[in-house]
């Protein structure tokens, strides 16, 4: 039975710092320009397009592992499936686990999933012995 249960990262700290990068925005525009309200429209309107995006980062770009392999996506957003067997390594950076599969491509899991353990769990119990993400994890 293939199992789907969505894994979705939980996107607080991202927006704390969306909102850090838009109060930025709007301080640089309030240097450069004597009309504070541009600054402050293009600093909301960066907070608002930023929060969009994460919140739709969780929708389109979720995380399947099934008995037969992995569906996840790569740094440019392209989701692809990765069986367990053409995973040559797993590397943890800058908050995802970055894999290189057999076939050249290199794609990532999130490690802040909502959870994390069942994923573990679940890779650890599918996952050949030898494989490089169940022993990195």
Known sequence: MQFEKKFYSNVKWL???NGIVSIGVMLIGLLLD?????????GSATLVLGS????LARKFWPVYAGPDGLRTYDGMGINSDLPW????SANPAL?????????????CVPTYLEDMEGFKNYVRHHAPVDN???ESL
């Open 15 to 17: 927006l704390v710092i």
């Open 34 to 42: 004597t009309r504070p309200i541009f600054a402050i429209l293009f």
């Open 52 to 55: 969009v995006t994460f919140v």
């Open 95 to 107: 908050g995802y686990y970055w894999i290189r599969s057999a076939s050249g491509k290199t794609l």
């Open 85 to 88: 067997n053409e995973i040559l």
């Open 132 to 134: 490089p993400l169940r």
